[in-house]
């Protein structure tokens, strides 16, 4: 197949690899690209990129306007068959399909995780005008790059696995604002804790696995209580300037590049342990 790849940022270059990976002709589209993998062709004619592409996935600035400049382009040059996946985090279907006039139907969200070479799951999100045949059409096609794709029912601000992790730092900006812990504590209670869990059998298979013979339902019945207790003590801060300074003074020095690479190298073996 020939992937057409828009934008080659973080994201759209991790995308690259995998689809290289994969055995894919693949043409990337930026204005001043950085560095890419060896064997990818490189324009910055999106309509030139997107002729004879068999999927786009379009990795363009977070901005409506700007996507919907992108997307007019991209659906008057692209077969009418041929799916325009957003990788975008934040935008709904609906709203970037308005960009593609002459066929919305083929525009969907397919938002991946960071870096989508390595972290398998896609969220795949349909907005009001987009067709099951490009949705299946997608689905099948990460499935065949060896992506998990999940598809929403719904549109909402942060698609699905966003809006868990939101849920997780809110509180855990709270915990600093308050001085309960650092964001040395913080990482350490997940990557030590339930994050092992979570990553072989997800938060909620986690609490059935707890409530023994009685699963699921008695941990609810049982714990539900004192958890709608625990809810009402959740903090809601407010990225006043303070609290962005306390945040990013607690990260100063950090060897990114050794993080990364850490970050990375555990992803792997997970991923190598879940197949065991």
Known sequence: MKIAVIGTGVIGESWIRLFLAHGHDVVAVDPAPGPLPDGVTVTDDPAEAVAGADF???????????KHELLAVLDAAARPDVVIASSSSTLRPTDLARGAPHHPERVLVGHPFNPPHLVPLVEVVPGEATSEAAVDAAMAFYAGVGRTPLRLHAELPGHLANRLQAALWREAYSLVERGVATVADIDTAITEGPGLRWAGVGPIAGQHLSGGAGGLRHVLEHLGPGTEALWADLGSPTMTPELVDRLVTQVAGTDTDALLA???????AVLTAREQ
């Open 56 to 66: 786009v996935q379009e990795n363009g600035p977070e901005r409506l306007d700007v």
């Open 262 to 268: 850490r970050r990375d190298a555990v992803i792997r």
